[in-house]
């Protein structure tokens, strides 16, 4: 595995999580909450040895920030560490708007390979930067958030019971249940 220089890594507490996040000085490159072993898998995942520090101020503003609407869109991200395709769906996940919801083939044609729809949908459930990149905001073209009853499927859910009150789909028109 070729290794890119370094990184730093520290925890900060966002709310009620702990969470463990990378970053080099072109932004933020991981976040996940702090459990054993994270600090390990960040390094293998982004291919970089992590320094730890103490989270600079603006890192723990910009995550608290997230943390109150996801999606994080004015914090700087690292993707150096991420292939092309995987970059441009995150990219692509990130400009979706707060109350918004776009389905996973949106996503693969955003990322400039429309056939690649389960491709694009492996990315985005890998992302490791879930607080800044909103995946929640990515669900099946029904509608359907899909991961029922798993955890992912909860944190899912409860991230987009917080931006209900203006969540609108995108994407297909609405039928207005009258055959033509």
């Known amino acids: 595995m070729a290794w890119r220089g370094s990184g730093s890594t520290g ?15 072109a932004g933020i ?9 994270i600090k390990h898998r960040i390094e293998k995942r982004i291919k970089m040895q992590l320094v730890e520090k103490t989270v600079p101020a603006v890192i723990r503003r910009a995550l608290v920030k997230a943390a109150k609407r996801p999606g994080g869109d004015d914090a700087p991200i690292d993707l150096t560490w991420a292939r092309d395709y995987e970059r441009d769906v995150l990219l692509a996940a990130r400009s979706i708007p707060w109350g918004e919801t776009r389905p996973y083939s949106w ?3 955003e990322a400039r390979r429309p056939l690649a729809v389960r491709a694009a949908a492996s990315v985005i459930a890998r992302d490791p930067l879930w607080l800044l990149v909103p995946w929640h905001r990515v669900v099946y073209k029904d509608g359907k958030i899909g991961a029922d009853g798993t955890a992912y499927g909860k944190r899912k859910r409860a991230m987009l019971a917080r931006e209900r009150p203006r969540a609108k789909r995108v994407g297909r028109k609405a039928s207005s249940g009258k055959r033509r």
């Open 11 to 25: 925890i900060v507490r966002v709310g009620t999580q702990r969470l463990r996040v990378a970053w080099t000085s």
């Open 29 to 37: 490159a991981f976040v996940d909450e702090d459990e054993p072993g």
């Open 107 to 109: 996503l693969a044609r």
